[in-house]
């Protein structure tokens, strides 16, 4: 990476960061021989200050929120719980530092409290965002810039990497191709980050951070996601290891129903919870309304070189749900949404991480 794009990178830091990262910059990674990979939906990291042109009114504070316009935009919020959160919640500089702490902590629970070496993150609202839980929460974990490029989902939320292992080449953001019969939805989509890590060992990893459509969106919306981060996987190297790791949004029940694993994952990915999670493997996310476990959060693996030449690849037993922290649990043991009025909560989605390591 040339010096005269990194410097136009850091003069433009509120639209793309972390390919600024230079030699100086560049943190110790973690062992030579191995690598802890963590996938996070932080639920809604905002920040509490008006974004133009994203839909962030639920996410400032209850001052700002005491004019017409703003009651007006509320009262076309459809869903109650939603609707009453953008009247009401008050999104203060005081909430801001409680689920930014709430979700470092999650994050510093593994690596005996370094947290994972490559980190990715759903639901970031901007760089600033996560440059604060950077450099405020996760200063002792040594990562390195954010690694965010805006995308166009009109709520504002973005996929994310922070990673003690530096870049290779500049980071892109990839959009998924859509069939034309989905355009009207297309706004309440995210692209997939695409980053190139240096392995310790000089090597090239590349990381894929997703979010895919909804679960109330078509089947077909995540079918095309899968397609286009395989599409992806394809034009790679063949010589290049290679992980997607974020919120898939597929349930249980819907991939019981389509078998999208056995048809856009398993084929051309392990998928790491296959292997095992632990004690406690039901899922990610907990669906109340039909008593549902589901894996929403997903860690794909592709090493490069496959069998028994593969360089990295996943260490045994490795696979765990991140869901130890005193918050993230509710009292009948599933995730804790953050609960801005005081109670426990971080996310309502656990992190799933995994370890590889070179042979």
């Not at 910059?25 to 932080?42: D, G, K, L």
């Amino acid at each position: 990476m040339n010096a005269a794009y990194r410097l136009l990178c850091c003069l433009a830091l509120t639209m793309v960061a972390g390919a600024c990262q230079s030699p100086a910059q560049r943190a110790p990674a973690a062992s030579t021989a191995a690598v802890t990979i963590m996938t996070f939906n932080v639920e809604n990291l905002f920040d509490n200050t008006d974004d133009p042109g994203k839909d962030d009114a639920t996410y400032l504070p209850l001052a700002a929120k005491q004019n017409d316009a703003h009651r007006q935009g509320c009262a076309t919020i459809e869903v109650d719980r939603w609707r009453e959160q953008c009247l009401y919640w008050d999104w203060s500089d005081e909430l801001v530092e409680r689920k930014l702490a709430v979700v470092a902590a999650a994050i510093l629970q593994v690596n005996n409290g370094r947290g994972p070496d490559i980190l990715a993150l759903q639901e970031i609202e901007n760089v600033r965002i996560l440059e604060r839980l950077r450099t405020e929460y996760l200063t002792d974990a040594g990562y390195l810039p954010a690694i965010l490029i805006e995308g166009t989902d009109l709520r504002g939320i973005d996929v994310a990497f922070l990673s003690r292992l530096p870049l290779n080449s500049e980071p892109q953001l990839h959009p998924i191709t859509f069939d034309a019969e989905f355009a009207s939805r297309v706004a309440d989509t995210r692209g997939i980050l695409q980053a190139d890590f240096e392995l310790p060992d000089g090597s090239v990893l590349t990381g894929f951070a997703v979010h895919f459509p909804a679960p109330f969106h078509p089947t077909d919306m995540r079918i095309s996601a899968y397609k286009t981060l395989n599409a992806l996987r394809a034009g790679l190297p063949g010589s290049r290891p290679a992980f997607a790791a974020g919120d898939f949004n597929t349930t249980s029940t819907e991939d019981a129903r389509e078998k999208l694993l056995d048809r856009y994952a398993r084929p051309y990915w392990q998928v790491a919870h296959d292997l095992g999670c632990g004690d406690d493997c039901r899922g990610s996310a907990y669906y109340a309304r039909d008593d549902t476990w589901s894996f929403l959060d997903m860690l794909l693996w592709s090493p490069a070189n496959r069998g028994a030449n593969a360089t990295w690849d996943i260490r045994a037993n490795s696979v765990r749900l991140a869901n130890q922290t005193s918050g993230q649990r509710q009292n009948n043991g599933t995730p804790a949404r953050f609960d801005p009025a005081g109670g426990p909560g971080v996310s309502d989605h656990w992190p799933l991480q995994v370890t590889i390591e070179s042979r």
